[in-house]
Each structure stands twice: as C-alpha cells, then as structure tokens.
C-alpha cells in the first residue's frame, strides 16, 4: 500500500526473531574483511555496534564530534537498565516486559521490534556483567534491582545514578580493544556533515575534522547512524549542548524518511529553569520517584517554607490521581499532571513552575527501618532520622549531591523543586525490522531510529535499545544486507556523488560564514526553542502549532540573514559547528510541527488539547492513527505523509490506565 | 530574579592553535548572576564578545551535568575551581564575590596539547585505555549475568574507581602532570572483579607503559590528585596499581603477542 | 622473563619510583643505626670518647657493617639519580608551567619540594662525610688512650663552631621534611595502601620524621653548648 515495507518475519511473535536469525544470510569471516563500515555517534549504540562488528571482521570507521567516544551523551543516563531477568521472583518476563513497553508507548510502536527488544535484554546484562560493569550488587553478591515508572516489577539494573556513565565506559573499552586490535580505526571530534548516496545506495558519509576545519570523504557498503535524539530542537533539554540532529537530518534530506518526529519525552523531574542564562536543564532521575514523593500545596501561592506545610494541607496529585501506580506512572503522565497543577495556580518556587519532590517520609520509614536491622527498638527520632539519611545517600547519594551543587538547596532537609523538562525524543528515521532505514544500507540505530518506544519511552528503557541494537541487533542484519556486497570491492571517494556532497557541504559553511550579521547562533537557537516549548512541547493544538510552523519558517529566513559566525570555517571553531547544527534544527522543527498537526489524537507524550477526556487523560484515535507517519522530505513545499500502519496481533490497545 | 549579579576580572588564556604561542588576556564582565553556571559565565562573555566582532573563548564542554568528563578549566590555581567534587560545568558563580579576579587557564601537560584557547586533546587517555583498559570478552560470548556472584565490597570498590570520568583534572592539577590516578581507576576496577582478573598482569603493564610513552610525569604521592578529582577517586587505587604492576612485572612470562585482540 | 621483566621495571615511571621507595626506606633505617651509634656522643668525658672511638672503629673495620655501608652508599647515590631522573621526565611534562598554580589547596609543601629538600640533604651529606667520614678513612687524626682513631675530637672540636651546630641544625629540619611525606610515600609507591594499616604507617611516619632529625640534632647542639 506504500513504499514503506517493515519487513517483519512471519511467524508467532515470540519466534519472529529466532526465526529471522536463522533465516537470514551470512557473510563469511574472510569476506568481512573486504566490507567497510562506518559507525556514526560512539554512544551506547554506537559503541556497540562499532565493537561487535570489529570483533566480527568488518573494517569499522567509528566517529563522533566529541574528544572522546567515552564522552556521548548517554553516559549521562542515570537510573539504569530493564531486563527481563525475573531475578525478583516477581512475575518479570520477556513478555511482560514486552507488553509493558508497548502499553507504556500507547500502542505506537511495533510489536515485533519490541518483543525482539525485550528478548535481547537479558543478554544485555549478561554481557555488561562480562565486561566488568560494576551494577549494584546485594550482600549475597548478586545483581540488585530496583523498580522505575510504568511497571510494576522490579527489573531494572542498575549502577547508582550512573548506569549510563557505567554501561558507556564498558561499551566504550570493547571499542577501545578493537581500535587497538586495528579492526575500528577512530575519529574523534570529527563531524557527519552529509550523507552520500551512490547508485541508490547508502556509501559514505562527508565529515568535518573539528580541530583542523578539514572536509573529509569517508566511503563504506553500509553507513550506521547512532547519533541519538534530537531534543536540542528546544534549546533547553536535558541533552548535552553537543545532541545535534544534523547526521539524521542530512539523511532524512538525502530521502530517508522521519519516523514520528513529534513524539517527544517531557521527563517529569528536572531541576527546573532559573533564569535565561540558562543553557541546559538537569534530570533528576526517575528513580528518586521510587522512594520520593510529589506534591503541591492544596492552597494557591502559599508562601509557607514547604517543611512548614503540614500534611493535610498538602495535595500529593500523583497519588490522588493514579492510586495503583502512584508516584511511579509513566514519564507522560507524570509531566502533564505537574504542569496541569503548575497552570492551575498551585506551582512552588520563584517562577511557580515547579511541584515538590519530597524524601522526608522516605527518610523516616527508611530510618526506622535501619533501627529495626540494627536493634534499636528506642530510637529516637533524630537518630531515625540520621539512619534514614544514611540510606537514602547510598541509593541516591550523587543526585542529591548534584541537585544541591545546582541549586544551593540541601535536599535532605528540604524537598527538591522540580518541573518536566525534554528528555529524549522517540522519533527518529524511519527503519524495517532489520533497522534499515528506507535508503539501502543506511542503518539507524538506538534514538536516533524511531522505533522502540511508541509515543512514550519508559524508563529504562534507552539504555536497554541502544545496547540491544548495537550488540544483539545490527549484528545480524547487517550481514543481511551486506551479503550482496562481497563482490563490490572497495568503494571510491572519487565518484562525483562524493564530490557533490561535499559541494553542499562547503556551499553551506561558506554561506554561513559570509552573512556577518549581528545576532549570535545561540538567539536563534534560543528563539527556536520557545517557540516549540511554547507550541510544540508538553501540550499542543492545532492554532499553535500553526502559528508555530510559520513563526519557525520566519526565524530560518532571518537566520539566513542575520547570523553571525564569527572565526574562520578552517579552523577549530566552536560556533561554526553549532552553526550547522542550528541550521538543521531550524528546519526540523518545522518537521515536528507538521506531525503533531497531522497528528489529531493524543498518545503517549503526543498531547494535543483538542483531545482529552475529561479527567484531562490523553484520548487515542486508534481507528484513524495507528500509525508511524514517515515523513520525506520535499526541497520546496511541504513535506510527504507516508504511513506505516501498526498491526497489533497480540496486545489490544485498550485506554492506556494507571489509576 | 534582581538578586545581587557581580561584576568580575577574567584572566583568560587565549591561544590561537596549537603552533601558536598563547598569552593570558583580561576581560571585563558585568551583571554575572550568582545562579549561573561557570559554563553559562563563559556563553555569556561569549555572546558579548562575538556581537562585539571578536573571537569567542573555545573550550571545550558538552553533558553540563558533570559526568561526560569534557569540560576542563583550571580556575584561580585550582583544576575545575575552588569547590571539590565538582566538574566546572557544575560550579556555580554563587561561590565567587562581586569585584574577584579569576584566572582561566587550560589543562596544562605536555600528553595534553592545547588545541585552542582552553581546550585541549586527551586523546593520550583514549589511548591507555585502548592498550589493556577492558575485558576481553566478544559480544554474545557472556555467561550468565549472575554465575559469578561478587562480594558487595568488591562490587562497590570497582565501581569507585569506575565512577572515573577521564576528565584530566588529576594531571592538571598534579605537580608532574602524572596520569597515575586515571590509569589507576581503569586497572583497580577492573582488578577487583574477577571478570577482569585473567588479564590483571597483563593490563597493568600495557597501560603503565602507554602511560609512560605519552609523556605524563612521574607520581609524588603528594595525594593533590585525589583532593581535584571531581568523583574523588582515591589515591588507594595508585597505590593497588603499584601493586598490580610490581607483581606483574616480577612474575609475568615473557609477553606473547599481546592481549587477545579479537 | 625475569631479567627482562625487571630491566623494563627500572625503566618504567612505577618501577623507578619503587626503587625510590625501596631505597629512601633503607636509608631510614640507616638513619636509625647511625642514630644509636651517635647517641654515644652523650656520654660524658673519656668514657664517653673511648667508647664512642671503638664504636667508630668497628663501623669502619667489621665486615658486615662494611657490606651494609656498601648497600648505603648504593642507595643513597640511587636514590639521587633516580631521583634526578623522575624529575626531569616531571620538568618534560608539564612544559609550559600555570600563570597562576595553587598547590596549597591540595597538596602539603614538603611533597611538592622533595627534590629541592634531596638536594640540600645532598650538599650536607657531602659536607658531613668530608669532615667525618674521609677524615675517619684517609685523614691524618690523632689516636685516643687506648690507641684507637680518635674520631670523638674531631667531632667535638667541629662542634665548637656555632655555624656548623647551625649548619647540621638545619640539614635536620630539611630531612625532617623530606621524611615528613617520604616515609609515607615510599609505602605508598609498594602499593602498601590499607585503610586499617594507613593511620600506622602515617603517625609512625610523622613521628619518626621528627624523633629522628629532633635526635641528630640534639648532639651537635648538646656538644656546643658543653
């Protein structure tokens, strides 16, 4: 019916995967050799990926802007990892873990990928473990687990508050053990400024080598993009200033097609925006939802200290809502009902755009409980108090150190001030089963693809997407693929496809740097943002988001015109690269725009005003959009609608509830 | 938001490339809000001094939330500032007066060479962990995540040292520009997990060694290292990889070809 | 192999800073022996002179005490240029030095100046074994009632002069600085770092670096002022 095929195996869906596996082609150890493939991006999926197919005879080129691939942003990951290991005993399994992603996507995303997702995570931790990822252990020296947002096991690993920072670093040394092994060569603060298609192929990428300003041609049989969301769109997320969507935005330009693009995570619990000097905005992991608590005061612009409040005057909405999950509902979920209660008057701190995060009754029951395993029957209540803080230190010792380097506040006296920031974004190019996006040989993987998470991400469960495309996923398909090109021998950076892409590569660092305006790249950037936080962010309609597509297209024009990129583009030069990147955001975002407006239903994080219940719940349209819009892209006019429609055979959308 | 904003001296290091010999350059910046970031400090004189037609500061940053490891600025004397356990991106400017003067000088040793201005290459670092800083294991090739169980201490220990971001503050701040405490937090974590054991010798000779061939001084033991850590990685796992490596190099066989490599 | 193994450990930053450790940990326990045998020095009048003169003849002929001022000598002048060599590769790396360093928040004096602390116990050791050590060896000095090399007069005349006291005075302070952060260190660099033993090592490090430069110091003030 389009042009998009899936390509899911037949099958039951417990056996898609196997059966794919041991269908599809190999290519043998000895031809591996002779293919060439470059890896976009070294975080989790990159790194991964980069590694395994190292470890598997591919020649691997592996790049990334920063110093370091050690230093991708999902080391910035907090809270950990799911598994369906069921080690709880508590009913965990693949599919459960598969049917909770799916419900806590809205029953958006694909059942045969998810399921596929969910198989795979248990080799995930068997494999970090084997690499020497330090996760939480238990006294008996097990693997700890600890329960996150939307679920109601325990499954989710973790390492602290940093089990992206440990997950990274041990993907990051298989990296390192294949560039020393010759098999990855790397390069670091380099950047994917084009893609290169030749005969309809994916076949090389143009870069720029950061610290020298060199446009450098870079062929390979298959391009792989890990380059992660594009959250940045909105000047202030929880990304790092670096998150850039240029990679999959010159690909997406060059025809592969965008997958959801308005699908965007608001993480319910970040420290919220001081000022407007403010460059970044800082996650609170969701994990503090498993021992704290939320609320506002029931009375508006109560000026009280919030210890001063007492507890029947306080309204813990998340528990007054949603009863059977309380503080732990999804992320969506989570970041509508505190800004319902910010809009309604009831918000705390300066700017009243913040709700209370609260450990004061963990502390005590944790204190008492330590009283109890240290037989201390009398305890009083400061030293409960003092156990207590001591537990909760060891479990979230560096996120409260964090929020009081941040804000000056101690949160073991006061409760932390919080508000939903962007997080991540599910959308992404579009890829099949195989994670091939519609270009041949042009892989898409971890966030950068759209195709795991639906309309909302659980948490969790990047970490999880990353790994499993990068170590268990790619592996394979990637031989699919390339089973065809054993014969095509090493491909010329001379073709003029080459040529030409870094034509358009050169032509737009030259216009950039010839405009000599007087606005610096951060206010457009700036202004970008608040127009799709404003419009586009945690709720939107169709008169903003209009209004928002023609305020974007105004911005680009004056971009073009007034920016001013000082320095030389041969250089290192800091303002030239974020340049480029704004320049790609600018058009992006118009992109989101578009699709939230085609998109006249709210799931997931997708909530558009017209359509709620009247609790204010989001309300599906599961007759006339269950479906991934693609969008191609169209040098002049707007962009092309393609849609893959999503066929549930095994899970029934119902009204997705938490109460 | 009128809270009191200060009016600061920078002394900054500006340096045109690497080639290039670079000179301490004075700046004036006004209405600094205390809330701000060090980093937010920065894109503030950043802005002014490109609406102005000048040449931004470079340096170099990226998470902003303290755990990448990129941002690296030698602040009045001090690697990442004045506060211990803290990454310049999470100083915040509530810790300087109205009316100071602050230095900002890059990273300085000679296995890291400015790039420009404050930011410098730590690709020395990438390369010690590419000369034994990991497991040999493939992909797929794992037991279970639970076969080996591994007393608690052991687990937490490593992930001490594992908590290592690769920022460079140890050499920045070390007398001799000694990288003991990053290579030791690579070789102690791993040590202390028996996933890593069969190669424990090994290990520590190799990257000892690419410590060495990159030029990084030798370590006094003054222990400056430990207190400018940003995760305040203990010197103890300096004096573990003494061990390792005295060990290693009294008893090891002679080096085969190397660590398995595929 | 082993001979290999060790060669490259000599040759490594690690190695030549265990061979410092293994070598200013020796010569602490010098410092001990030749502490006790100086403590003679208190004893009063001829009694006092005989003994310490037959001291310092069985230092200087009995075999043992020979072979162990060899391994002394070997220390100390491996310790000097291993100490030579660590700090020149230290001045490499680090070529272009801070506008503005602060060590003081990070770090104590004496482990910053250990070398320029070596160098002044350096020039003194030099100056002590030419006015003791070569006079006890080659040098033309009188004989005591029993006959024996009467080292007990050169010392006592030497210490009559107040810059000299003054000049042994303040080689001490600079050894007791020098072992101030040495003598933890040099554990340190064998890789003996045990929170339980940490607290022993350090105190009795402090205390030594005090009581014994406090002790050699004493003697040639004490011989002064009597």
Known sequence: MSVLNSNIPKGPLAEKWQNHKNSIRLVNPANKRNLDVIVVGTGLAGASAAASLGEMGYNVKAFCFQDSPRRAHSIAAQGGINAAKNYRNDGDSVYRLFYDTIKGGDYRSREANVHRLAEVSVNIIDQCVAQGVPFAREYGGLLDNRSFGGVQVSRTFYAKGQTGQQLLLGAYSALSRQVAAGQVKLYSRHEMMNLVMVDGKAR??????????????????????????????????????????????KAHKKGAFFGNPCFTQIHPT????????????????????????????????????????????????????????????????????????????????QSKMAVYLDYASAIERYGKAEANKQRLPNADKATILKLGKQVVAAKYGNLFEMYEKITGDNPYETPMRIYPAVHYTMGGLWVDYNLMSNLDGLFVLGEANFSDHGANRLGASALMQGLADGYFVVPYTLGNYLADDIRTGPISTEAPEFEQAEKEVTDTMDRLMSIKGDK?????????????????????????????????????????????????????????????????????????????????ESCGGHFREEYQTEEGEALRDDENYTYVAAWEYKESGEPVLHKETLEFENVKPTTRSYK | MSQNTMNLKLKIWRQKGASTPGKMVDYTLNGVNPEMSFLEMMDVLNQQLIEAGEEPVAFDHDCREGICGMCSMFINGRAHG??????????????????????????????????????????????IIQAGGYVSVNTGAAPDANAIPIPKEDADSAFDAATCIGCGACVATCKNASAMLFVSAKVSQLALLPQGAPERQERALRMVEQMDKEGFGNCTNTGACEVECPKGISIENIARMNREFLRASLVKKKKKAGMAAS | MAQNASYGLLKSSIGKKVFMALTGLFLCLFLVGHLAGNLQLFIPG????????????????????????????????????????????????????????????????????????????????????????????????GVDAEGRKDLYTVVAASFEQLWYVAIYAISMVAIGFHLWHGFASGFQSLGVNHSAYNPIIQGFGKVFSVVVPLGFAIIPIYMYLT
């Open chain 3, 46 to 141: 001829e009694a006092g002179q005989i003994q310490f003169n037959k001291y310092a003849e069985f230092m200087t002929t009995n075999p043992a005490v020979k072979i162990l001022s060899y391994v002394t000598y070997f220390s100390i002048l491996f310790h000097v240029f291993d100490g030579l060599a660590l700090t020149l590769k230290n001045r490499k790396a680090r070529p272009q030095r801070y506008h503005y360093k602060k060590d003081s928040a990070n770090s104590i004096w004496s482990s910053r100046n250990m070398g320029v602390l070596g160098t002044v116990i350096l020039v003194f050791i030099v100056l002590h074994m030419s006015n003791f050590w070569f006079k006890m060896h080659f040098g033309d000095i």
């Open chain 1, 270 to 349: 970040c420290i919220p925006v001081s000022g407007d000097y403010q460059s970044k905005l800082t996650l609170m992991s969701e994990s503090l939802r498993n021992d704290g608590r939320i609320w506002v005061p029931k009375a508006k612009d109560d000026k009280r200290k919030p210890v001063d409040i007492p507890e029947e005057e306080r309204d813990y909405y998340l528990e007054r809502r949603y009863p059977a999950f309380g503080n732990l509902v999804p992320r969506d979920v989570a970041s509508r009902a505190a800004k319902e209660r910010c809009d309604a008057g009831y918000g705390v701190g």
């Open chain 1, 204 to 249: 090389g990428i143009i870069a720029r080598n950061l610290v020298t300003g060199e446009i450098e041609r870079h062929s390979a049989h298959a391009v792989l993009l890990c380059t992660g969301g594009y959250g940045n769109v909105f000047y202030l997320s929880t990304n790092a200033m670096g998150s850039n969507v240029t990679a999959t935005w």
């Open chain 1, 520 to 600: 610096t790249v951060d206010y457009f950037h700036k202004a970008l943002g608040k127009i799709m936080w404003d419009k586009c962010g945690m709720a939107r309609n169709e008169q903003g988001l209009k209004e928002a597509i023609s305020e974007i297209k105004a911005l680009r024009e004056a971009f073009w015109k007034e920016v001013r990129v000082p320095g030389d583009k041969n250089e290192f030069n800091p303002e030239l690269e974020k340049a480029c990147r704004v320049a790609d955001f600018l058009e992006l975002g118009e992109l989101m725009c578009y699709d939230a407006l085609n998109r006249n």
């Open chain 2, 82 to 127: 004045p506060m211990t356990g803290t990454t310049t991106c999470q100083l915040h400017m509530r810790h300087f007066k109205d009316g100071d003067t602050i230095t900002i000088e890059p990273w300085r040793s000679a296995a890291f060479p400015v790039i420009k201005d404050l930011s410098v290459d730590r690709s020395s670092f990438d390369r």
